[in-house]
């Protein structure tokens, strides 16, 4: 079955650390991964997606993921947090073949400190 | 490009009446996915579309959901007659299945219903 988990329901870090949401997917396929990105009463923005060659995909706003195959993961991270990063964030699959539909994560909710 | 657009972006409405949340997909993309999220269930699939034409309706909670796609620029989700545990925000996406785009999805605002 298609599953994305994201096992962290809730993040806080500090202004300035460093940051990693985790992500596991499972899927039949070649998959495409996603994160997106929503603001307080905002809808969902993608911050990057990977779906082939360099396993390292860079996105906006300094966020960066790594496609790890034999772990079926695609973490998402950054190296200093800005206050303005607090939002809900989520990870998403879906792939060739398929019928457009993306696989969601349930979301993690990052909290950034002063 | 516009994006997706949503309107209206809030509606407040009372249980039993009937209400219409309206999109408009980004020119040119094939697929449109409406979206509903809470606190308690997170970010439901409720239906989507391909070309026009219904692909998946399962996340439809009840019969007192609709969906239309008449045209390739516009999509209404409808609910008749709304109760309070409709209360939520619904979004809009849209999609161009294959090329450069690998399937991503772009949102719209949502529109945040409130049902009394």
């Known amino acids: 079955a298609q599953s994305v988990t994201q096992p962290d329901i809730h993040i806080t870090v500090s202004e300035g650390a460093s940051l990693e949401l985790r992500c596991n997917y499972s899927?039949?396929?070649?998959?495409?991964l996603f994160w997106y990105v929503q603001s307080p009463g905002q809808g969902l923005q993608l911050l990057l997606k990977?779906?082939?060659?360099?396993?390292l995909v860079q996105g906006i706003k300094g966020f960066e993921a790594e496609f790890k195959r034999s772990q079926s993961s695609f973490n998402l991270r950054k190296p200093s947090v800005h206050w303005s990063d607090a939002a809900e964030y989520f990870c998403a699959v879906g792939g060739s073949g398929n019928t457009g539909k993306l696989i969601f994560g349930q979301g993690t909710t990052l909290q950034v400190k002063p | 490009d516009a994006g997706v657009i949503q309107s209206p972006r809030h509606e407040v409405t009372e249980m039993g009446q009937e209400v219409t949340l309206r999109c408009k997909p980004i020119?040119?993309?094939?697929?449109l996915f409406w979206y509903r999220q809470t606190m308690m269930r997170g970010l439901e699939l409720l239906i989507y579309?391909?070309?026009?034409?219904?692909?998946?309706d399962s996340g439809m909670p009840e019969d007192r959901f609709s969906a239309k796609m008449p045209n390739a620029s516009f999509s209404t989700l409808k609910i008749q007659p709304s109760e309070p545990r409709d209360s939520a925000v619904y979004f809009c996406?849209?999609?161009?299945?294959?090329?450069?785009?690998?399937?991503?999805?772009?949102f719209g605002p949502g529109t945040r219903l409130t049902v009394l």
């Open positions: 899927y039949g396929a070649t998959p495409y």
């Open positions: 996406a849209s999609s161009l299945l294959g090329g450069r785009s690998y399937n991503e999805q772009f």
């Open positions: 020119s040119g993309h094939d697929y």
């Open positions: 579309f391909n070309n026009n034409v219904p692909i998946d």
């Open positions: 990977y779906f082939s060659g360099d396993t």
